[in-house]
């Protein structure tokens, strides 16, 4: 296991990271989800010792991450949305004060990188489109050899066709399987094309943390008429009504003993957005 995390707590005065647990194996990618506020940047910057955790501990390839802290960042690239700091320094610049901070620096691969990227070295941060930016960062991130690489929204914001250039590459990226990814983001359509695994957190705590393909199989969408809503109304997880009738989220083995209603195979955005309904129904109608 490349990445374990135990019983994370972090606590502010309107907030609580409260026992935050989950794996992350070699060679896969974990997809981190849950709306934005429910804890996914506190966790990372937690599991990081970017903030103090009140509780839990964190291990990185079998040691403390905390209490070897500096030997195991130097195999975790971290990478917060696109790369926003010294913006009027060149390419070139940057990478010679980054390098000196990792031994394991390979300069074949960064260059390597830059020519795949299409990134001239002689351009300015602020002269990257947001998409360049972002690959800019993990050019950098990659370079020092990194296991583990810690994605904070990094396709937020992108195009389309920018998006599915960078899932191809982090696809490419766990091919050897000795390289991991801890993905966090809220566009849930990335991850239905990338992620091994799912872990979803809300308020604070997880709800679940399996495979990608045991966290859909345990929902179905189902649809029926007005009148058969109050007959299942407490099985629903969530429902939106509508001139026609409503379509709402189950539980797999309730959805299975639903007579009478249509019922679909359930993708991941969709479990999302009626998991986060806040009383878990939509009574207005459509």
Same mark, same amino acid.
């Given at each position: 296991?490349?990445?374990?995390?135990?019983? *994370?707590?972090? /606590?502010?005065?309107?907030? =609580?990271?409260?026992?935050?647990?989950? %794996?992350?194996?070699?060679?896969?990618?974990?997809?981190?989800?849950?709306?934005?506020?429910?804890?996914?940047?506190?966790?990372?910057? +937690?599991?990081?010792?970017?903030?103090?955790?009140?509780?839990?501990?964190?291990?990185?390839?079998?040691?403390? =991450?905390?209490?070897?802290?500096?030997?195991?960042? &130097?195999?975790?690239?971290?990478?917060?949305?696109?790369?926003?700091?010294?913006?009027? &320094?060149?390419?070139?610049?940057?990478?010679?004060?980054?390098?000196?901070?990792? +031994?394991?620096?390979?300069?074949?691969?960064?260059?390597?990188?830059?020519?795949?990227?299409?990134?001239?070295?002689?351009?300015?941060?602020?002269?990257?489109?947001?998409?360049?930016?972002? &690959?800019?960062?993990?050019?950098? +991130?990659? #370079?020092?050899?990194?296991?583990?690489?810690?994605?904070?929204?990094?396709?937020?914001? *992108?195009?389309?066709?920018?998006?599915?250039?960078?899932?191809?590459?982090?696809?490419?990226?766990?091919?050897?399987?000795?390289?991991?990814?801890?993905?966090?983001?809220?566009?849930? #359509?990335?991850?239905?094309?990338?992620? %091994?695994?799912?872990?979803?957190?809300?308020?604070?705590?997880? =709800?679940?943390?399996?495979?990608?393909?045991?966290?859909? %199989?345990?929902?179905?969408?189902?649809?029926?008429?007005?009148?058969? =809503?109050? /007959?299942?109304?407490?099985?629903?997880?969530?429902?939106?009504?509508?001139?026609?009738?409503?379509?709402?989220?189950?539980?797999?083995?309730?959805?299975?003993?639903?007579?009478?209603? &249509?019922?679909?195979?359930a993708d991941m955005e969709s479990i999302m957005i009626?998991?986060?309904?806040?009383?878990?129904?939509?009574?207005?109608?459509?």
């Open positions: 296991m490349i990445l374990e995390v135990r019983n *994370l707590k972090k /606590r502010y005065p309107t907030f =609580l990271l409260d026992d935050v647990s989950f %794996d992350v194996e070699e060679g896969c990618i974990m997809g981190f989800i849950g709306r934005n506020g429910a804890g996914k940047t506190t966790t990372i910057k +937690a599991i990081l010792n970017l903030i103090h955790a009140d509780g839990g501990q964190v291990r990185f390839d079998g040691r403390d =991450l905390w209490a070897n802290e500096t030997a195991c960042k &130097k195999k975790i690239g971290l990478v917060l949305g696109e790369f926003s700091y010294y913006r009027r &320094k060149k390419l070139k610049t940057i990478a010679d004060v980054t390098k000196r901070f990792y +031994a394991d620096w390979d300069e074949e691969l960064y260059q390597s990188l830059l020519t795949r990227f299409a990134l001239d070295p002689e351009k300015k941060v602020n002269e990257l489109s947001q998409g360049m930016r972002v &690959k800019l960062a993990l050019a950098l +991130a990659l #370079s020092h050899h990194a296991k583990l690489l810690i994605l904070d929204e990094p396709t937020s914001g *992108l195009d389309p066709v920018s998006r599915d250039e960078l899932l191809e590459l982090f696809r490419a990226i766990i091919e050897d399987g000795e390289h991991s990814i801890l993905f966090s983001t809220h566009i849930i #359509s990335d991850l239905e094309k990338c992620a %091994d695994y799912i872990t979803y957190i809300k308020n604070g705590s997880v =709800l679940c943390s399996t495979d990608a393909d045991s966290f859909k %199989d345990a929902y179905r969408l189902v649809s029926g008429e007005a009148d058969r =809503l109050d /007959r299942f109304r407490d099985r629903l997880i969530g429902y939106r009504a509508h001139a026609f009738g409503f379509t709402g989220l189950m539980r797999a083995e309730n959805a299975d003993a639903a007579e009478g209603l &249509k019922v679909a195979p009626y998991t986060e309904k806040e009383d878990g129904h939509e009574r207005a109608a459509e």
